[in-house]
């Protein structure tokens, strides 16, 4: 029997910190270290547990307001489809070369391609997790009328979760928004790649946000919270214990994706405490606190700081920037803007 190690979820006051030990109650439940100096609950692997939305709480009575998290600092970057053999390694040798100056208070992951994730894997240093861009869900989940006797198969260019899961990549980003724009991929798709992931033990990053038309025309919520909820619904009761240490929300409005127009910090901290909100309202609300909400969207190097002093903010998602390994590493370092301006 294994134990995972306890994850930290902090209550009442930021200078408070109750630590809640987890026993597992099968040896299928693993731990899986992030980095140096955070470990990940796995989830259960058990059908029943598995893409159900039975069984769900229903919305406490009364939802105390929770103005912040209490997660430690979390910086991705995400790669998207960049890098040939030789940028891949330079890349790697950069953010190995910064290893020393990283701030120990965040944790970091970088999202390679699959192609180059093994090697990434192999040689990045282990004070950053790697984490792949997508991962596929079980055949009969998308297509119930047909009984599929594998859960990987006639899934041309896909990876499955169970690849990742064999890799031992702890990590996988879902519903980025040039996968449910491009590709199509609707919010449920994304809760059941969500709840597939998950059962195959990785962490996961769900990637929210709304498009420019959707803010003008004063939609932002209901498309965040619609987002929100098809994610929610394929986690049941049993795994909400896990879901802080295990689920990480990356709020990215998608007219910030690239545009290097930045969200401003008053548009980010309102859509981040209203995504805590929905959180303990529709969840729970030791999730709600212990859920990392991460900004993305034109995150560089010179507007971090102002973004990290937000409460509300437990980390960036960071694309074009992130492959700038030094840039990177000072995205990183953000994380003690972030605990000097909260007070922790
Ligand atoms: P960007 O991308 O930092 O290049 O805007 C962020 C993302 O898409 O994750």
Request: aromatic share 6%.
């Amino acid at each position: 029997m294994l134990t995972a190690a306890p994850p930290t979820t902090r209550t009442s006051s930021p200078t408070t910190t109750t630590t809640t030990t987890t026993t597992m109650m099968s040896a299928r439940r693993r731990t899986m270290s992030m980095g140096s100096s955070c470990a990940f609950v796995r989830a259960t692997k058990s059908r029943g547990t598995r893409g159900s939305a039975g069984g769900r709480r229903s919305a406490p009575s009364t939802v105390r307001v929770v103005s912040e998290g209490t997660g430690r600092f979390i910086v991705g970057g995400n790669w998207k489809c960049n890098g040939t053999r030789a940028s891949v390694k330079e890349l790697v040798q950069t953010l190995n070369k910064n290893v020393p100056q990283i701030e120990k208070n965040c944790d970091v992951f970088c999202c390679p391609t699959f192609l180059h994730l093994p090697y990434v894997k192999e040689n990045l240093d282990s004070r950053f997790s790697v984490c792949a861009q997508n991962s596929w869900v079980e055949a009969d989940l998308v297509d119930p009328e047909h009984h599929y006797d594998s859960t990987t198969g006639a899934f041309t260019g896909e990876i499955s979760a169970e690849m990742l899961e064999d890799l031992e990549v702890p990590f996988v980003l879902l519903g980025h928004s040039e996968r449910r724009t491009l590709l199509g991929e609707t919010d449920e798709i994304v809760g059941k790649k969500v709840a597939h992931a998950r059962y195959h033990g990785l962490s996961v990053v769900v990637c929210i946000g709304e498009s420019l038309e959707e803010r003008e025309n004063g939609t932002t919520f209901d498309v965040i919270f619609k987002q929100l909820k098809a994610v929610a619904k394929e986690i049941d009761d049993r795994e909400h214990s896990s879901w802080g240490s295990s689920v990480v929300i990356a709020y990215e409005p998608i007219w910030a994706i690239g545009t290097g127009k930045v969200a401003t910090p008053e548009q980010v901290q309102e859509v981040h405490s209203k995504i805590r909100n929905w959180l303990a309202e529709n969840v729970s609300e030791d999730v709600a606190k212990a859920t990392r909400i991460q900004y993305g969207g034109s995150v560089n190097a010179s507007n971090c700081a102002d973004l990290a002093k937000l409460s509300d903010i437990d980390g960036f998602l960071v694309g074009g920037a992130s492959l700038n390994g030094d840039d990177f590493a000072a995205i990183c370092n953000a994380s003690s803007v972030h605990y000097k301006a909260v007070g922790r």
